[in-house]
């Protein structure tokens, strides 16, 4: 089974890399961008064996308590089969 | 309009970092977790007067040339609105 993981910065939470992507695209002409905001992305496999309940609960549980800061960061979980 | 770009590691090449999360992750328990692949991810706007066919072909332009190493990864853009 195929999951990902979304990992953005909070709405509220400024984003100082996103930024400077921003103003480098900008500076590189594509003056139609207005704002850019970066993220982590993880593509995750889980043992076939795992019954899908299961692993919606577990990769629940990873992407809130190891891979996202959720002081800071919102996440979401998409499963692929 | 907003837009999602998704750069990821090809699957020929190694990735140290998702390994290392995936390791972590079996060390913490989660022995389900059977391979990990890190990728970045880029939430961003478009101003709203630009054509939507204009905006396509800005957006694969960035993510070809200044969001992703086409030698070492790939990349996906999702326009959402």
Known sequence: MKARVYVSIKP???D???QTICS???GLG???IAAVRQGKYFEIAVA???PQDRAAAVLDEIARDVLSNPVIEDY???ILD
Chains 1, 2 share one sequence.
């Open 12 to 14: 509220s939470v400024l």
């Open 16 to 18: 100082p890399q996103g």
């Open 24 to 26: 480098a695209l900008n």
């Open 30 to 32: 594509h003056r139609e």
């Open 48 to 50: 076939d064996q795992t």
């Open 76 to 78: 979401r979980v998409e």
